[in-house]
């Protein structure tokens, strides 16, 4: 079994940043694709970013430029440095991991507000 652990979430204004880190634990040798997805209220959840093992990463279109993952193989953990944060950025944000079927975490809410 894999363990995903969420942190970094909270309350910022528009135009602020956060962090979001994911660290990965268990059965986590060979670990493929990790990445970030964020559900609004009253909307499907939609992959915000993902990076592959060898670090070619992925964005929705309305993060680009403002969103930066990476990750740290030594660690297991993937980061999600979010810049220019809008309010339609919040959202619950969920870590994903791929191996060999989908793991995911608890989630970790972002809200943008002035």
């Known amino acids: 079994q894999v363990q995903l652990v969420e942190s970094g979430g909270g309350l910022v204004q528009p135009g602020g940043s956060l962090r979001l880190s994911c660290a990965a634990s268990g059965s986590i040798s060979s670990i493929n694709d990790m990445g970030w997805y964020r559900q609004a209220p009253g909307k499907q959840r939609e992959l915000v970013a993902s990076i592959g093992s060898g670090g070619t990463t992925n964005y929705v279109d309305s993060v680009k430029g403002r969103f930066t993952i990476s990750r740290d193989n030594a660690k297991n953990t993937v980061y999600l440095q979010m810049s220019s944060l809008k309010p339609e950025d919040t959202a619950v944000y969920y870590c994903?991991?791929?191996?060999?079927?989908?793991?995911w975490g608890q989630g970790t809410q972002v809200t943008v507000s002035s």
């Open positions: 994903w991991l791929w191996k060999m079927k989908s793991y």
